[in-house]
């Protein structure tokens, strides 16, 4: 199974973008569908989670701003990101957790000031 995340891209300051993760088949029992994110010269860390029954945590710097969702059926998790912060740029990474661990292959976000 492989998970293919889009909608990254270049965006300036204020603006926004949609971080959509799909399975490559379907994955049953997803437990929790997160979003980690890895900045140049940075560890990787948790920006998002939202589990089966549709509870979401959030990374302190990001609350209020982006918003988690899925689908189920579809085997497809989101993030809405908006008002995004130069400090934002890294790559984002999707992971599905079963509790096998899946992880998607990143997809680039850059926010210019």
């Known amino acids: 199974v492989q998970l293919q995340a889009s909608g990254g891209g270049l965006v300036q300051a204020g603006g926004s973008l949609r971080l959509s993760c799909t399975a490559s088949?379907?994955?049953?029992?997803?437990?929790?569908m997160k979003w980690y994110r890895q900045a140049p010269g940075k560890q990787r860390e948790l920006v998002a989670a939202i589990t089966s029954s549709g509870t979401t945590t959030y990374a302190d710097q990001v609350k209020g701003r982006f918003t988690i969702s899925r689908d189920n059926a579809k085997n497809t998790v989101n993030l809405q990101m908006n008002s995004l912060k130069p400090e934002d740029t890294a790559v984002y990474y999707c992971?599905?957790?079963?509790?096998?661990?899946?992880w998607g292959q990143g997809t680039q976000v850059t926010v210019s000031s």
């Open positions: 088949r379907r994955i049953l029992s997803i437990k929790v």
């Open positions: 992971n599905f957790i079963t509790p096998q661990d899946y």
